[in-house]
Structures are given as structure tokens and as C-alpha cells.
């Protein structure tokens, strides 16, 4: 699998950027920081300082999806669907709603995290599910029927990948020997029992 990224011309660059995520890089500290140059325009648009890559990589994903849409090149394949989206393109949109996907990816705020990395890792999908379903329901009046995305929750798109790549392989072979365009075969194939 090979990497949409560009491969950066300074070299300073080269050291500090994130060696996955596109968008960010890393300062003094360990803090993570991400920045997006607007589309036609020298200009970028600063979306802030983030503790981790990640929540610095979800910004990013904010910003493209209000600069380019849905056909932009995404961290996370379903930035989609569980990211919020900002009212407009202009700066200041797209910088409050990058402010947002800190407060609603943030593993605190999702779940009681643990001092393990792998464990918050495993509680904070679930919980960020638990937590878009419900901050849906409180916004229905109605509150009868709740939206389930099974498509991000269960990661459908890599799922039907990777069926599709089972079904590339080559199926085993029924005997080693057996020809059919042999007369007498000793095999007698039956298709139902008796």
C-alpha cells in the first residue's frame, strides 16, 4: 500500500511532519499542530495545537472536508460520517469546527480511560458511537427511532475489501489427478445423498 503523501522538499520539514497522518507536524513538547493551505491561495488557515496526532489528523480531516468535500484525501476513512461539519469554507467556520473534534474525540470526554493506550483505544469507538447516538436523540424531538450507522461502525468499505481480496485467491484444487476428459473415472461425484 503506498502513501498519498508528497515527499517534502526542506528538510527540517521532513523531520517534524507525522510520518502517516497528512496535515500536521509535530513542535517542541510533543505537541502535535496542524495547518491547511487554503485552495488556490498562498495562504493557510491554523487550526491549532493538539496533545496527540490523532486528534490533530481528525482537525485536518475537518478542514478538507469544508475546503474540498467528500472527494478529498482523508487520515480517516470515515471522517465522513462522524465528523462535524463546518457551515461555510471561510476560516473562522472551519477553525470552530476543528475546536469541536477535540472535545468529541478527546478520550477523556468519551470514556473513562484508563493509564493503558491499548485499552483506551479499544473503549473510545464504542463509546464515541454511544455518544453520536445520543447527542442524536437529544436533537430529535420525536426521539422514537435513533440513526445507527452500521456502515461506520462496523467499517464496511474495508470490509467489503477485504472479502473482494478473498475472493481473488485461487480456490484448492477438487484431486490431484483428476481429469475429466477420462473415460473411466474412478470417482463417482454424486450430487445429493441418498
Given amino acids: 500500500m503506498s502513501s498519498h503523501k508528497r515527499k517534502a522538499g526542506r528538510k527540517k520539514f521532513r523531520e517534524t511532519r507525522h510520518p502517516v497522518y497528512r496535515g500536521i507536524r509535530q513542535r517542541n513538547g510533543n505537541k502535535w499542530v496542524c495547518e491547511v493551505r487554503e485552495p488556490n491561495k498562498k495562504s493557510r488557515i491554523w487550526l491549532g495545537t493538539y496533545p496527540t496526532p490523532e486528534l490533530a489528523a481528525r482537525a485536518h480531516d475537518v478542514a478538507v472536508l469544508a475546503l474540498k468535500g467528500t472527494s478529498a484525501i482523508f487520515n480517516f476513512p470515515d471522517s465522513v460520517s462522524l465528523l462535524p461539519v463546518a457551515k461555510s469554507s471561510s476560516a473562522e467556520d472551519i477553525r470552530l469546527a476543528a475546536s469541536k473534534v477535540s472535545k468529541v474525540f478527546a ?14 483505544l479499544e473503549t473510545t469507538k464504542p463509546c464515541l458511537v454511544d455518544e453520536i447516538v445520543k447527542s442524536r436523540n437529544d436533537n430529535d424531538e420525536s426521539n422514537e427511532s435513533a440513526f445507527f450507522d452500521e456502515e461506520a461502525v462496523y467499517n464496511m468499505p474495508s470490509l467489503l475489501d477485504s472479502m473482494a481480496e478473498g475472493l481473488l485467491i485461487t480456490p484448492p484444487s477438487m484431486m490431484r489427478g483428476f481429469d475429466w476428459d477420462q473415460v473411466d473415472c474412478e470417482t463417482d461425484l454424486t450430487l445429493w445423498t441418498d
Avoid: A, N
Fill in 107 to 120: 478520550p477523556s470526554s468519551l470514556c473513562s480511560s484508563s493509564s493503558s493506550r491499548v485499552e483506551s
